[in-house]
């Protein structure tokens, strides 16, 4: 069984990448445009009272989006299968975000928007739906070809759903997973990240590279419950903005 995102989020997540990387006329005409394939070594980690897991996988995808002016929307939607060190056991994971953005003043850009995370194992699927504000600072090294970036969010609001996990509780974000042969009552927290990284931009038709570490953390009220995923990042593609010109 694959994780799957909601559908709503899932499809509006593939299809701005999908558009912005196939270098859509329209997008090239009237703003700037960029698009990539992204691969994400993954490490995640589940706390629970004196119960811990990690696990460690390949989640890959594609990442793009839009800017007109100093407004941006960008999406990004990923999967893959993450396993304990040694383990045949799967922990299917999928990703996506729709994010709109402003460029305050130079490289500052303040943003907000839905992100969505399905986990799928043999009892069951869970999914987080996390409303983020974001804050990204972007600035150039060697003018126009070198940038470093970073990047912190944190979620305003979310909720958990674990259908098929043991049961689902009346209240919606209340729902009983087994974590390391524990089984407890969740409510969702609260949420934060940030990523740093460096992009190198080639010029013409050269493809663009960035280079990322990224960390997330979500949390449940009960048993002091954390799970984490951290992240190196390498994602290949095409960017047409040019902001510190």
Request: glycine share 12%.
């Amino acid at each position: 069984m694959r994780a799957r995102v909601p559908s709503g989020v899932r499809v509006a997540a593939l299809a701005l990448p999908v558009l912005v990387a196939s270098g859509a006329p329209a997008a090239r005409a009237q703003s700037d445009w960029w698009g990539a394939i992204v691969a994400t070594s993954a490490r995640e980690r589940i706390h629970f009272a004196d119960a811990s897991e990690e696990l460690r996988g390949l989640v890959r995808g594609l990442e793009g989006g839009v800017e007109f002016g100093r407004v941006n929307l960008r999406a990004r939607y990923a999967e893959g299968a993450l396993r304990p060190p040694g383990s045949d056991m799967r922990h299917d994971l999928a990703e996506s975000f729709l994010i709109v953005g402003m460029r305050v003043v130079g490289g500052l850009e303040l943003a907000g928007g839905l992100q969505a995370r399905a986990y799928t194992t043999s009892p069951g699927t869970e999914r987080w739906m996390l409303w983020q504000l974001r804050a990204r600072y972007e600035a150039p090294v060697i003018a126009q070809v070198v940038h470093t970036y970073a990047e912190l969010w944190r979620s305003a609001t979310g909720s958990v759903n674990a259908v098929n996990i043991l049961r689902t509780q009346p209240q919606g974000t209340d729902f009983l997973v087994n974590v390391g042969g524990k089984r407890v009552s969740k409510t969702f927290q609260g949420a934060r990240g940030g990523e740093a990284g460096i992009l190198i931009r080639g010029s013409g038709n050269a493809p663009t590279v960035r280079l990322a570490y990224s960390i997330d953390e979500a949390r449940l009220e009960a048993g002091g419950y954390r799970d984490s995923i951290e992240g190196l990042t390498i994602a290949i593609g095409f960017d047409t903005r040019r902001h510190f010109d």
